[in-house]
């Protein structure tokens, strides 16, 4: 069954301190990796597409990487505006939903 | 680009009663996406178009769940008999079918809960 998980489910930081999110998955197919930021109410904010291992996105303080089972989002100097819950979610091969992970809650405290 | 923008935001309903929420995704955007999020859980998949063709369901979506999407651009999902469990945030999300590579491009959902 495909599935995909996100570690720690909860991760608190102070401003500035440096830290990784995990997705790791098991899917039949990979086709494509997706970041997203959810704030409070509100529904999911794309970040970054990946799409094959080895791959890395970066946009301000976050930067993206992916090997073949799982992808770090890395948050470098975090300011409390990155508070948030980030989902990763796979493209698989033979349907065109998209699988999400449970997220990971991120507290950036000042 | 106007967004996906979705109606209501918030529902409140008693058991048993029908709901429909409306969802308008990217005007140029063919592909579309419900989906439904419980607290601390990431979305779930329930079903998708493409223009107004309903490709895939979810094998999870009970028969008191429909939706339609009748020209192509807006859709419907409409729940029969409300249960307390239907209790969630319900995502329409979009993308565009020519890019295979199209992100999901969501709304800020539809809040249901069922008293």
């Known amino acids: 069954e495909d599935q995909v998980t996100q570690s720690p489910e909860a991760l608190r930081l102070q401003e500035g301190e440096s830290s990784s999110l995990n997705c790791s998955y098991t899917?039949?197919?990979?086709?494509?990796l997706f970041w997203y930021r959810q704030d409070p109410g509100k529904g999911p904010e794309f970040l970054f597409t990946?799409?094959?291992a080895g791959e890395e996105k970066e946009k301000e303080r976050l930067k993206a990487t992916l090997t073949k089972k799982e992808s770090f989002l890395h948050i470098t100097a975090p300011k409390p505006e990155d508070s948030a819950t980030y989902l990763c979610?796979?493209?698989?091969?033979?349907?065109?939903?998209?699988?999400f992970g449970p997220g990971t809650r991120l507290s950036v405290l000042p | 680009d106007t967004g996906v923008s979705q109606n209501p935001r918030h529902k409140i309903t008693k058991r048993g009663q029908n709901v429909t929420f409306r969802c308008d995704p990217i005007?140029?955007?063919?592909?579309l996406y419900w989906y439904r999020q419980t607290l601390g859980q990431g979305p779930e998949f329930l079903t998708y178009?493409?223009?107004?063709?309903?490709?895939?369901k979810s094998r999870l979506l009970s028969d008191r769940f429909s939706a339609e999407r009748p020209k192509g651009s807006f859709s419907t999902l409409e729940i029969q008999r409300t249960e307390q469990g239907d209790s969630a945030m319900y995502l329409c999300?979009?993308?565009?079918?020519?890019?295979?590579?199209?992100?999901?491009?969501f709304g800020n959902g539809t809040r249901l809960t069922v008293t």
């Open positions: 999300a979009s993308s565009l079918v020519s890019d295979s590579n199209s992100p999901l491009h």
């Open positions: 899917v039949s197919g990979l086709r494509g």
């Open positions: 990946l799409y094959s």
């Open positions: 979610a796979v493209r698989i091969n033979y349907g065109q939903n998209f699988v």
């Open positions: 005007s140029e955007h063919n592909r």
């Open positions: 178009f493409q223009n107004e063709a309903q490709l895939e």
